[in-house]
């Protein structure tokens, strides 16, 4: 009888410790930066877990309303490298959408916090073309329709979260489930034309610039605030000055996304810094 509690306590040991490193893993979610920059980010699944994963590679799929585009050449990634692969929704029997299946396979593993700090980590951003004011935009869920269908695709991130000496990357990313969390759709809709077009008019003078740029706003416009993102959704602590200015010299080289904000309405602009 003693061996038999011993066998069923040990099984259930057995049991709980799987479930537990089940739970680990990631999912999917969007970031808004402002306006029509977004960032997607992996979110880890509640876990005691205080090993740092080490990724290898990822993938998600982002569906944008039919004829709606991806600024693909101003994209940033987690290794620098991601590909994102268009497709018509025509062709996989949904007209009313379009698609772009983002990859990565990273030249170095990157490290990810442990799932324990509950830390998202930012892994593409991106910005969406020709300001639509209507629509939903969403990363594919994996237990969808069109996922079920076309099984490439499905999320899915490559990485080592055990830490037992050993590494083997393994598929963290739950094939059957929704895979996605938080923000995973956006409406367009609140991205009304009425507030695009009282900020249309703003520019940035010089840019690209190395040191002091001229935010110029229109007539009428006061008290603005701004926001200034990295191209990796990293927001930059700066100050604006009394005239609208703003100093770049102490920053690195790059793409930077400037919201600038009056009254509850916010535009974005790049600026290029050399």
Known sequence: MKNKIRILLFSFICLSVMTLKAQDGYTYTFQHNGAYSFTVQA????????FAPLVQ?????????????????STTSLGGG???????????GMPSIDGYLVTETLGSPATYPAPSNGTN????????????TSGTMYILENNSALATAV???????QADMVDDGSTTFVNVVDPNASAVSGMSTFDFNTLSVEEQNELSAVSLYPNPASDIVKIQVPDGIED??????DNAGKQITMQLSQDNTIDVSNIASGLYLINIISNDIKTTKKLIVK
């Not at 979110?43 to 205080?50: F, L, M, Q, R």
């Not at 099984?151 to 991130?157: G, I, R």
């Open 43 to 50: 979110v880890p699944n509640a876990s005691a877990n205080t």
């Open 57 to 73: 590679s990822y993938g998600f799929t982002i569906i944008v309303p039919d004829g709606v585009t991806i600024d693909t050449g």
């Open 82 to 92: 991601a590909s994102a692969t268009f497709f018509d929704g025509t062709n996989v």
């Open 121 to 132: 980590t930012n892994v593409y951003t991106f910005t969406v073309n020709g300001s639509p």
């Open 151 to 157: 099984t490439p695709l499905k999320s899915y991130k």
């Open 224 to 229: 603005i605030e701004i926001e200034v993102f």
